[in-house]
């Protein structure tokens, strides 16, 4: 037979237009700053600007700074652990959740290079200690914590204590960003022996003497980013930088500085040595020697707004112009309070689901799902770039909450795809993807299987694009292209409900390319059942095999079937009892659903010696040239419609409610 291969990835409706408006970016919502009522209007984006996964300013350069990315993802809870993975070899992803108490107090823990160290939402702690750099260390990410108590009562001057929150000794490409450090002796955050590369961002720095120190040699090396940064609280070095090559401050907050007197330590920016430094557009409140600068260094100030400052405001020399290294955006400083309140310190929505990359830090989408924790708990984004991933992909039981994301504009610029036929490996090594796992999403992506059935002769011309096993599996956006057994919704044994969700999708296929046992719904989506080239039997689009306590099998509804096969030549369905099964007995239901010319008058047909009559299939105001109503057509009554629709099928006993997100 000829067998008609479709690349079209139809949309629901089929040739109409759909309308769809994004909506607009949203404002920032800052409130009241103050004095600065008349500051101009922000040019910033929306609060998911505040934060991405890549940092900006200096460690963006040379090679830029990635930490675990391309490593495995872990969650800690512990000291224990937290110190394991720190120290890795390998590069990793780890998520603290909770607080972590080091014991004994004041103990760092070395990180070594190609970590990520993240809070999971705004409660990751890390109490009585923190963490070191040593020589050598490089591309190590610090995000979303709290690191706090390590002061010790009546040692202000820290003088015989040295509890630094993070301490780098001669690292490089390190960003340390959304921290809050409170209440630590020595230094907050020590920048320390030539470290290079270095950004710190949208932290918060408080309740300290010594808080932020750059520098420790007579060398000219350290390039460091310091912006949107809240100082509120503290004494001294907010920061000071001592021979810095390139120091670049901007869009900070000094507030409420701690004075107890001092004339010449209590400060907030200091250029010292021979450091060229930049401040731009900063916010001072009642701050003594806002900036100043050695006669040896270099200081350019311009745009900032000081309140009840008193002291030294230096200013000499022509230091550097940052914008010749990076781009960033420069926020108005009469803004800068309210920006930095709100959006430094650690954040709920950073740490939370985690984005792994592909192909930026995973070369291949397998290589993302390998990365998954085993026993994962909480959601963990796989975004996978335009592009065609030839390879074939398995979701193991053990990492479910896992969403697949295809990041091109369409669901077709981002395609798995594999062309393996049952023959080689069963019906079910030939599925391209294979997800085992629960609680899985997959979003705006292309599976296919590309195996050409019409140019082969085989005795096993299955060949699937998707499989599944899993439970809460939702499809939204996404296209299914194969022939024979196309996508396949299943569970791990007969007796065992599995649920899927499919939406807004395109599926296409010829011999039975919807089947399996899983409660699945698809809604508002294109089936396209295409030709064989006959002229009687094109083939088959559901083969379910629903065990028979279940009274959900496959709910067709609010969709389109469309197919270029001859008028009469197509079934919906047939029933599928594997290995002979006697108690898997088909439930399908086609509701208000336009069907093609193509469907037969009798659409339901027997399989392997088991009768369609027997089965459970019926239609429900289905409409179309393909919908007249025969008496082999079972239609279900308006009485039990009420109890089969998208809710009923999908509750189970949890709720589950996936068609009601947006």
């Known amino acids: ?24 970016v949203a404002a920032l919502g800052l409130g009241a700053i103050g004095d600065a009522q008349a500051a101009p209007a922000l040019r910033s984006g929306p609060a998911a600007d505040r934060w991405t996964d890549r940092p900006h300013g200096f460690a963006s350069l040379a090679g830029g700074t990635t930490g675990g990315a391309g490593g495995k993802v872990v969650t800690v809870t512990d000291q224990a652990a937290l110190a394991k993975y720190a120290a890795a070899e390998e590069p990793y992803v ?6 972590v108490e080091m014991e004994p107090f004041g103990t760092e823990i070395p990180v070594a290079s190609d970590k990520t160290i993240i809070g999971v939402s705004d409660t990751a702690e890390i109490v009585h200690g923190g963490f070191t750099l040593d020589p050598g260390t490089h591309n190590v990410v610090i995000r979303n914590l709290t690191i706090r108590d390590t002061a010790i009562e009546g040692n202000w001057d820290c003088k015989d204590t040295d509890y630094d929150g993070i301490r780098l000794d001669t690292a490089h490409h390190v960003w340390i960003d959304h921290i809050r450090f409170s209440r630590i002796c020595d230094g907050q955050l020590d920048i320390r022996k030539d470290s290079e590369y270095i950004t710190v961002s949208y932290n918060q720095f408080t309740d300290n003497n010594k808080t932020f ?14 912006d949107h940064n809240w100082f509120r609280g503290t004494k001294q070095r907010n920061p000071s930088a001592d021979n810095c090559a390139y120091a670049h401050l901007y869009n900070n907050y000094l507030s409420a500085q701690l004075s107890d007197g001092d004339p010449v330590w209590t400060y907030g920016n200091w250029s010292r040595g021979r450091t060229k430094m930049v401040i731009e557009n900063s916010f001072y409140d009642g701050v ?21 400052t008193t002291g030294r405001h230096d200013a000499w020399g022509t230091a550097f112009d940052p914008r010749e290294f990076y781009a960033y955006r420069l926020d108005p400083a009469a803004a800068v309070p309210a920006l930095v309140k709100r959006f430094s ?53 053990s990492k479910p909450n896992v969403e697949l994301r295809g990041t091109g504009r369409d669901r077709s610029d981002t395609v798995i795809v594999f062309d393996t036929p049952a023959e080689y490996g069963g019906s079910t090594g030939s599925a391209t993807v294979r997800i085992a796992a629960n609680d899985v999403t997959a979003r705006n992506l292309t599976f296919s299987n590309d195996f050409d059935e019409a140019a082969h002769e085989l005795k096993g011309e299955q060949a699937l694009a998707m499989k599944t096993t899993g439970d809460r599996i939702v499809f939204e956006d996404t296209a299914f292209l194969g022939n024979q057994d196309t996508l396949m919704t299943d569970s791990p044994k007969l007796t065992t409900v599995s649920r899927v969700y499919v939406r807004d999708s395109y599926i296409e296929g010829d011999v039975d390319f919807v089947y399996g046992r899983a409660t699945t719904v698809i809604e508002r ?35 389109e079937i469309v197919s270029d096969a001859p008028a009469g030549t197509f079934h919906l369905g047939r029933p599928w009892h594997p290995g002979g099964e006697p108690d ?38 289905t409409h179309g040239p393909g919908a007249s109503l025969t008496p082999d057509r079972p239609q279900m009554s308006d009485r039990d419609a009420r109890s089969h629709t998208v809710s009923a099928y999908l509750a189970g006993v949890d709720g589950w409610a996936p068609h009601t997100r947006r």
């Open 94 to 99: 780890i998520r603290v959740k909770g607080a």
């Open 213 to 226: 120190g750059i520098g420790w040699t007579p060398n000219v090396r350290t390039q460091i980013t310091v």
């Open 584 to 621: 898997a007995v088909a439930q399908v239901l086609i509701r208000d659903t336009r069907l093609p010319a193509a469907i037969k008058s009798s659409p339901w047909t027997d399989m392997s010696g088991f009768s369609w009559k027997d089965a459970r299939f019926t239609e429900y105001r």
């Open 288 to 308: 003594q020697h806002p900036y100043q600068a050695d006669t040896t260094a270099e200081l350019v100030q311009r745009g900032s707004v000081l309140r009840n």
């Open 525 to 559: 989506s294109v089936i396209r059942a295409l030709s064989r080239g006959s002229d009687s039997n094109n083939g088959y689009i559901t083969a379910a095999s629903t065990w028979k306590g279940n009274p959900y099998g496959f709910l067709i509804t609010r969709s």
């Open 345 to 397: 310190g650690p954040q709920q929505r950073i740490g939370g689901p985690v984005g792994l990359h592909v192909p930026a830090d995973y070369p291949t989408v397998q290589a993302a799902v390998d990365a998954v924790p085993d026993g994962n708990d909480t959601p963990l984004t796989i975004a996978v770039a335009p592009g065609t991933y030839r390879e074939k992909v398995f979701i193991p039981a």
């Open 1 to 24: 037979m000829t067998h008609f291969r479709s690349k079209r990835l139809s949309r629901p409706g089929h040739g109409r237009t759909t309308a769809a408006v994004l909506a607009l």
